[in-house]
Each structure stands twice: as C-alpha cells, then as structure tokens.
C-alpha cells in the first residue's frame, strides 16, 4: 500500500498538469488585457480640426508575437473615434482622448478590440500646464554671500495652446480587454 500511493499520486499530478498545459495552449492565442503596443501616427490629428466621434487610424509598428504565434503582424492598421476634446484655456494646453475599437491585419483579418491611446494624463493626449506669465524677483540669501534675487513665477499662466500630433509620431495602445487571435 505503502508503494502504490506515491505512484498513483504521480500519475494524478501528471494528469492535472496535462490538462493545465492543454487550458494554457487553447488561452494563449489572445493579447491579453493591459497589453501596450506602439502604434506610428499616419495622418495629423490636432484639437483645432478634430471633433467628437471623428475617425482617427495608426499603424502598428512591429510584429508582436504570442510564444511562436505572430498575433499583430506589422503593419496593421487600427482604428479609433476622439472620444473627448478639452479645448485650451489658461493654464493649461488642450487635451484629446481616443478609444481605439477596430483593428485589421495586413492579410485583411478584422478585430474587434477595446482599448485607448495611451498618457500618463488619464490617456489624454496632450493637457499640459503652461508655464507663468508674470514673475516677481524675491531676495535670495546665502551664508556668507552677498543676497542675489532670484524670479519666483505668480499664479498668472499663458493661454494654453492646441495639441497637435504630428505624422510619424509613435504612441502607446493599451488593451482594455483580452482579444482572441485567429
């Protein structure tokens, strides 16, 4: 009794992890949620001339593979809507935000994904603070040396300006949701 049970729970183990490695294989065919990839800018897109629901497309830079799978050949192109326009105003530059929802391979296979452009900025792309308008000089002391004043900026800040991204510049796309590839 003492022999056969060590074997028999060699042979249950086995069995558990062939059945987890064959659940891994049928997974692993999907870009899974949180995945980035780096996405080229074809056309310009600017606050000025884009508007709520127009349509935006990238090009995928490079080939992303899954194990030996090649699941987002370069090349694709992918396809997104300007969710959200801020314009500018004082103090800060304006700001847009794209959600991605198509994307189609060179060899002409379409998906359907849901993800963002991605910023550290609440995925807005551009936003920026601008910088001050007024500043006011404050004495500087050091020991030992002579006082010097130095510019402290006010409160005051420009007029903010439009964003524009430019043909050939490189964003992030992230992946909100696992996208199975055929």
Same mark, same amino acid.
């Given at each position: !009794?003492?022999?056969?049970?060590?074997?028999?729970?060699?042979?249950?183990?086995? @069995?558990?992890?062939?059945?987890?490695?064959?659940? =891994?294989?049928?997974?692993?065919?999907?870009?899974?949620?949180? #995945?980035?990839?780096? *996405?080229?800018?074809?056309?310009?897109? @600017?606050?000025?001339? @884009?508007? &709520? +629901?127009?349509?935006?497309?990238?090009?995928?830079?490079?080939?992303?593979?899954?194990?030996? #799978?090649?699941?987002? $050949?370069?090349?694709?192109?992918?396809? +997104?809507?300007?969710?959200? *326009?801020?314009? $500018? *105003?004082?103090?800060?530059?304006?700001?847009?935000?794209?959600?991605?929802? %198509? !994307? &189609? #391979?060179?060899?002409? %296979?379409?998906?359907?994904? %849901? +993800?963002?452009?991605? @910023?550290?900025?609440?995925?807005?792309?551009?936003? %920026?603070?601008?910088?001050?308008?007024?500043?006011?000089? *404050? $004495?500087?002391?050091?020991?030992? =040396?002579?006082?010097?004043?130095?510019?402290?900026?006010?409160?005051? =800040?420009?007029?903010?300006?439009?964003?524009?991204?430019?043909?050939?510049?490189? =964003?992030?796309?992230?992946?909100?949701?696992?996208? $199975? &590839?055929?």
């Amino acid at each position: !009794m003492r022999k056969l049970f060590p074997i028999i729970f060699l042979a249950f183990f086995i @069995s558990v992890m062939c059945v987890r490695a064959e659940e =891994l294989n049928q997974q692993g065919n999907a870009v899974r949620q949180g #995945t980035f990839i780096k *996405v080229m800018v074809p056309e310009e897109i @600017s606050t000025l001339t @884009s508007d &709520i +629901g127009d349509e935006v497309w990238f090009i995928n830079t490079q080939d992303m593979y899954i194990y030996e #799978t090649n699941a987002i $050949p370069e090349n694709t192109k992918i396809y +997104g809507e300007v969710e959200d *326009v801020k314009e $500018p *105003v004082q103090g800060r530059d304006a700001a847009l935000k794209i959600r991605i929802y %198509k !994307m &189609i #391979t060179p060899d002409k %296979k379409v998906y359907r994904i %849901k +993800g963002h452009i991605y @910023s550290d900025n609440d995925n807005y792309i551009g936003g %920026k603070e601008t910088a001050a308008v007024y500043y006011r000089k *404050v $004495p500087h002391y050091n020991f030992r =040396l002579k006082p010097f004043l130095q510019a402290a900026p006010l409160k005051v =800040l420009e007029m903010g300006r439009h964003t524009i991204v430019k043909p050939g510049e490189e =964003l992030f796309l992230i992946f909100e949701e696992d996208v $199975p &590839i055929k």
